[in-house]
């Protein structure tokens, strides 16, 4: 892990996971290198483990996010840690996204993606390419939209995405982040705990046959920075008006900011 990775998953506020009397303490934060290929893996499975073990909920939280998008139609869009388009489809799906872009390093998870676009006839709009979101491959000022769902936390330099998202964005665009968080009820929080830490990798494995993928899930949901320690980061890369929007009684948020 290199120093960038471990200042960022080390920070801490009273907005951390904490430990539960079964648990103490939570686990430690695994290394982010290379976990495009773990994706890669799961990719034939991985909508199928979305909707399953999220009861479909992860659909309605992408539609919030669509909902989120600034004023104006036509808008151009970059989809980061894209996987296989779910969000940049769903942000399609309003009528008001006249070109979307998503890029990702999981090249298996690109194709379902691309099968998907081409099955809904969406080419022409929609486009998903091989790219890194810690480093993006295109020009300054040119979106008016980067949105990243479930993807910030698998980056190994979180301030340089952010500031990479900055970049990238029109003056005036807004970057719209959907992550996992945890609830700030104690007791939803432990029974949340509970659920992804011992129930949710066995079911995962044993769905994607893939034992370290979803023991992976829970131990960056539970090490990530959420609430007010992730708005500072979003604030410290030169957004403004960040917001933090709370989902199903805090086990996902929307993060949102603006470039002035």
């Given at each position: 892990m290199d120093k960038a990775e471990s200042i960022n998953l080390k920070m801490t506020n009273h907005d951390s996971a904490g430990g539960t009397p079964g648990n103490p303490q939570p686990p430690t934060a695994p290394s982010r290198h290379d976990v495009h290929k773990m994706f890669d893996r799961i990719a034939s499975r991985y909508d199928l483990l979305n909707h399953l073990l999220s009861a479909n909920i992860d659909k309605h939280w992408r539609q919030r996010v669509a909902q989120l998008l600034p004023d104006g139609d036509n808008l151009s869009v970059l989809d980061l840690a894209c996987g296989t388009g779910d969000q940049l489809i769903t942000l399609h799906e309003t009528?008001?996204?006249?070109?979307?872009?998503?890029?990702?390093?999981?090249?298996?998870?690109?194709?379902?993606?691309?099968?998907?676009?081409?099955?809904?006839k969406l080419n022409s709009s929609l486009s998903l390419q091989t790219g890194d979101a810690g480093k993006?491959?295109?020009?300054?000022?040119?979106?008016?939209?980067?949105?990243?769902?479930?993807?910030?936390?698998?980056?190994?330099?979180?301030?340089?995405?952010?500031?990479?998202?900055?970049?990238?964005?029109?003056?005036?665009?807004?970057a719209l982040i959907l992550e996992f968080s945890l609830p700030a009820n104690e007791l939803l929080r432990n029974g949340y705990l509970f659920y992804l830490r011992h129930l949710l990798p066995k079911l995962g494995a044993l769905i994607s046959g893939d034992n370290a993928a979803y023991r992976y899930l829970n131990e960056t949901i539970e090490t990530f920075p959420h609430g007010s320690a992730f708005c500072a980061?979003?604030?410290?890369?030169?957004?403004k008006a960040v917001s933090q929007t709370t989902l199903s009684t805090g086990i996902a948020s929307i993060y949102q900011g603006d470039k002035k």
């Amino acid at each position: 892990m290199d120093k960038a990775e471990s200042i960022n998953l080390k920070m801490t506020n009273h907005d951390s996971a904490g430990g539960t009397p079964g648990n103490p303490q939570p686990p430690t934060a695994p290394s982010r290198h290379d976990v495009h290929k773990m994706f890669d893996r799961i990719a034939s499975r991985y909508d199928l483990l979305n909707h399953l073990l999220s009861a479909n909920i992860d659909k309605h939280w992408r539609q919030r996010v669509a909902q989120l998008l600034p004023d104006g139609d036509n808008l151009s869009v970059l989809d980061l840690a894209c996987g296989t388009g779910d969000q940049l489809i769903t942000l399609h799906e309003t009528g008001r996204v006249g070109q979307g872009i998503g890029i990702d390093l999981a090249e298996k998870m690109l194709d379902v993606g691309r099968k998907k676009i081409s099955r809904l006839k969406l080419n022409s709009s929609l486009s998903l390419q091989t790219g890194d979101a810690g480093k993006i491959p295109f020009g300054n000022d040119l979106y008016d939209t980067v949105t990243i769902s479930f993807g910030i936390r698998n980056m190994t330099d979180v301030n340089q995405t952010l500031c990479e998202m900055y970049r990238v964005l029109k003056p005036g665009g807004r970057a719209l982040i959907l992550e996992f968080s945890l609830p700030a009820n104690e007791l939803l929080r432990n029974g949340y705990l509970f659920y992804l830490r011992h129930l949710l990798p066995k079911l995962g494995a044993l769905i994607s046959g893939d034992n370290a993928a979803y023991r992976y899930l829970n131990e960056t949901i539970e090490t990530f920075p959420h609430g007010s320690a992730f708005c500072a980061l979003m604030t410290n890369a030169g957004f403004k008006a960040v917001s933090q929007t709370t989902l199903s009684t805090g086990i996902a948020s929307i993060y949102q900011g603006d470039k002035k």
